[in-house]
């Protein structure tokens, strides 16, 4: 055996001991109860980023037909956060158009009907939403005058109240939910306000109707 073959089976012999020894080290690192907190404060935190539930809406100054993900959280579930892609057919403009929404919701109470139904009376939101589309703008253009508009045709702010019934699906039959929600809501918007005030505009001038789904998931 010349001296380069020793030098080289040394050497790898050094790597393997190392290998072995930093693997028994991890594994001593890994029964320790701070490294075992450690991973279930991750995992918590990779849960609590998962969506609780799936929606579809149609209408309420989103677009046409909306479909979503959210949140649920509180001490009885009683807020929701909502994060929203819709769409605005061609035939309500001069093309499609794809728009983004987030809403939070505020559930004060709910009322168990039996077993299997339940009903919110009340929900109140506050949502935000805006179109992908170069037709509108966040800061008014210099073709108008100052103070011309005096807000954003790009992003609108909206408040509604609705109510809720939601059925809890057997377990037998579950699928990928484990209850459906069936909703209404009213709403209006920043424009509609200012519009119904300056131009004294009815309610059904300014006030939007809505329904939607939620499949809750966990």
Same mark, same amino acid.
């Given at each position: 055996?010349?001296k380069?073959?020793?030098?080289?089976?040394?050497?790898?012999?050094? /790597?393997? !001991?190392?290998?072995?020894?930093l693997?028994?080290?991890?594994?001593n690192i890994e029964?320790t109860?701070r490294?075992?907190?450690?991973v279930n404060q991750y995992?918590?935190l990779?849960?609590s !980023? !998962?969506p609780?539930?799936?929606k579809?809406?149609y209408a $309420?100054g989103m677009?046409l037909v909306?479909?979503?993900?959210?949140w649920?959280y $509180?001490?009885n579930?009683?807020?929701?956060t909502?994060?929203?892609l $819709? +769409? *605005?057919p061609h035939?309500?403009s001069d093309?499609? #158009? *794809?728009? !983004?929404?987030?809403?939070q919701? +505020? *559930? %004060?109470?709910? #009322?168990?009907i039996?077993?299997?139904?339940? &009903?919110?009376p009340?929900? =109140? =939101? &506050?949502? +935000?939403n805006t179109?992908?589309s170069?037709?509108f703008?966040?800061?008014? %253009?210099?073709?108008?005058?100052t $103070?011309?508009y005096g807000f954003?045709t790009?992003i609108? @702010?909206h /408040?509604?109240?609705?109510?809720?019934l939601s059925?809890?699906i057997?377990?037998?039959?579950?699928?990928?939910s484990?209850?459906? @929600?069936?909703?209404?809501? /009213?709403?209006t918007c920043?424009?509609y306000?200012v519009?119904a005030?300056?131009n004294h505009?009815?309610?059904d001038?300014f006030l939007?109707?809505s329904?939607g789904?939620k499949?809750? /998931?966990f």
């Open positions: 055996m010349n380069n073959t020793s030098l080289f089976n040394r050497l790898l012999l050094a /790597i393997l !001991m190392s290998f072995f020894a693997g028994g080290f991890a594994e029964n109860p490294y075992k907190k450690r995992r918590d990779w849960l !980023m !998962m609780t539930y799936s579809v809406q $309420g677009g909306n479909v979503g993900v959210g649920s $509180g001490k579930k009683q807020w929701e909502d994060a929203f $819709g +769409f *605005i035939y309500s093309k499609s #158009k *794809i728009t !983004m929404t987030l809403k919701n +505020f *559930i %004060p109470w709910k #009322k168990p039996n077993s299997s139904f339940t &009903l919110e009340l929900t =109140c =939101c &506050l949502y +935000f179109v992908f170069d037709e703008w966040t800061q008014e %253009p210099d073709r108008y005058p $103070g011309y954003s790009r609108r @702010t /408040i509604s109240v609705g109510q809720r059925f809890l057997p377990d037998k039959k579950r699928f990928f484990r209850s459906v @929600t069936a909703f209404y809501e /009213i709403s920043d424009l306000v519009s005030f300056t505009l009815g309610l001038d939007r109707l329904f789904l499949f809750d /998931i």
